[in-house]
């Protein structure tokens, strides 16, 4: 027999009653009511589709009891499923009355609950035989992605394309990350001023004669794929710099029309270390 | 074995490292293969090795044969352990597929937690499949052919006694709202 | 082939990313084994398929046949893996389309590279849409008929909102860095 079906089944350790039937009350151990009911049905020890319902009820009033006497917390939907079988129990004992128009008939309200109790048991030995099954990682391994090809020119082939499940989770992580807002001050790449003085100081005596402020720019706002911002900014610096600079009588400045080209010299005799 | 297109076929899937789609390898095929073909002839030639050719939905990947996991892998302390309630929930998403979330709340009559449909999806087993055209438009759910690769099966008809729980009518839309049985509030302790 | 030591031989090779040496082999193989036979008989099994078994001093490994190199790489310049940067803006734009990428931008509150969005544009999953009639009339982007086949979606309505992301519980965890995504935070690195 192969290692992986003598695994435990994860649901053998739900049914608890002993050979009495005397249940163990153990609410915690349960995911509510359907769960208690089926491991119920299970000790009846007959197929599901033949339990008694009548027999269920009495087991499940008599869990639920218990669980009372031993002072435990009921929730309320256990206490609402035994008003339910109590109910249940007694429509299907009692002499027929006449029905209401839109009520049901207890045998069929029996045979849905024997039926849904059938299913969920269905369902949980298909899950327990699916992880009883050969699985990936564990009992089947795939080749590592080559991390050094095993030829020359021999690549992984990568199936490249992503998943549904990657785009879903990157959205769902992009809206989680947006839950918690953070304050993230970018650094500015703007020239500032000072920065534009500074470069006019370095850079004014090394030109003769008059010449566009524009030519102080440094060289990355000059060529064509220059961003407009930094380029803007970096102008509007070196102006206000120019203005410093003439007021401090280290240059002097010329604009021969409105809106015209604006030129600077570095004053004679002025001093550019500044003041 | 003279035929190189299934020559480049096999040494394609052999380097992949992960299973590849039927789509994907015919477009690198020389022009006028019938990939089917070749994937079924190449799959039998490794039926009964310790490698073999195993598809899951539309991809095929080469993988080492089942029986072997033991004497491969010494350490299964890796090994994922899954809440009772994730593996219902999964079983009960591969069988009724697609279901909502409802649907799955109903079978189980326990609320579904966050974190469980949330574990299988992150092991992408399970994925969105559409919307149901009722009241409110609530996702669907169902299983992926990594879910397939993972449990060694080559397509849904393969689930275990599917059949049979179909004949039994268990696989059939439920009528369980008459019934009295309220959904408990949560999973809680169910889980491990 | 019943022989099961040939059959883990085999498995051995197949799962190991590297080459492996004859006595590494022989330690795991059952006792008696003929190491020396059994690789003998495996490199002549795939004598002439697309995968072959290659000795090299005292190691042994699977490769793909050297004649089939060139076009095994023909196929490698058109993959490309996506970065989680560039995953998580195309979500961005599958769910807030139509948008600019000054949009994304300020989405993702990350500088978004123009490189992310020529890889995506060049996978055939996002389109210009048009321009915004806003100062300077950006482009704007959105998600194309290819992107909806590739990711099995009918419609963009099949997308889930994010309360059913919530109600699946994937807003709790981190479902990125579980699923093993690129964890590249560089824009740069969109296309490897």
């Not at chain 2, 994922?80 to 219902?88: C, D, F, N, T, V």
Request: aromatic fraction near 6%; charge should be neutral.
């Amino acid at each position: 027999m192969t290692a992986w079906a003598e695994r435990e089944s994860p649901f053998d350790a739900e049914v608890r009653s002993d050979g009495n039937e005397a249940f163990v009350v153990d609410l915690d151990g349960f995911a509510g009511p359907i769960d208690v009911l089926l491991s119920l049905a299970r000790s009846q020890k007959v197929d599901l589709s033949r339990i008694s319902i009548v027999r269920l009820a009495d087991q499940y009033l008599d869990f639920v009891a218990a669980a009372r006497r031993r002072s435990l917390q009921v929730a309320a939907e256990y206490l609402v499923t035994a008003a339910w079988l109590a109910y249940l129990k007694s429509r299907l004992l009692l002499p027929r009355p006449v029905l209401e128009d839109d009520e049901p008939e207890p045998e069929a309200l029996a045979a849905a609950l024997a039926w849904q109790l059938q299913r969920l048991d269905a369902m949980r030995r298909m899950g327990h035989r699916l992880f009883a099954r050969p699985q990936l990682g564990r009992d089947t391994f795939l080749r590592p992605a080559a991390k050094v090809p095993a030829a020359p020119s021999v690549p992984a082939v990568p199936a490249g394309a992503c998943t549904l499940t990657q785009l879903l989770a990157a959205y769902a992580g992009h809206l989680k990350r947006q839950q918690t807002p953070r304050l993230v001050v970018t650094p500015s790449s703007l020239m500032s001023v000072d920065a534009a003085l500074a470069r006019l100081r370095a850079g004014l005596g090394a030109v003769p004669g008059w010449e566009s402020f524009l030519r102080y720019l440094p060289e990355e706002c000059l060529n064509d794929e220059a961003d407009p911002l930094t380029t803007r900014a970096a102008v509007a610096a070196t102006f206000v710099a120019c203005l410093e600079l003439a007021r401090e009588g280290a240059v002097r400045m010329r604009q021969a029309r409105p809106f015209g080209p604006i030129f600077i010299i570095a004053a004679e005799g002025g001093s550019t270390g500044g003041g | 074995m003279a035929d190189d297109a299934l020559r480049l076929l096999e040494a394609m899937l052999f380097t992949a490292g992960e299973p590849l789609n039927e789509r994907w390898l015919a477009r690198r095929l020389p022009a006028g293969s019938d990939v089917k073909r070749l994937l079924a002839r190449l799959a039998a030639d490794y039926a009964g090795r310790g490698v073999q050719l195993v598809r899951a939905g539309e991809t095929w990947a080469f993988m080492t044969a089942p029986d072997l996991g033991a004497q491969l892998a010494a350490d299964r302390s890796h090994e994922l352990k899954l809440s009772r309630a994730a593996i219902e929930t999964l079983a009960i998403i591969a069988y009724h597929q697609p279901v909502t979330r409802a649907d799955i709340e109903q079978i189980r009559a326990v609320h579904v937690s966050k974190g469980t449909l949330d574990v299988l999806f992150e092991q992408g087993w399970i994925a969105p499949q559409g919307r149901r055209d009722t009241p409110g438009r609530p996702v669907t759910w169902g299983t992926t052919d990594l879910f397939l690769r993972h449990f060694g099966l080559t397509s849904l008809k393969e689930l275990p006694d599917a059949a049979e729980l179909r004949a039994a009518g268990l696989l059939d839309a439920a009528p369980a709202a008459i019934l009295g049985l309220p959904a408990a509030e949560c999973e809680g302790s169910a889980a491990q």
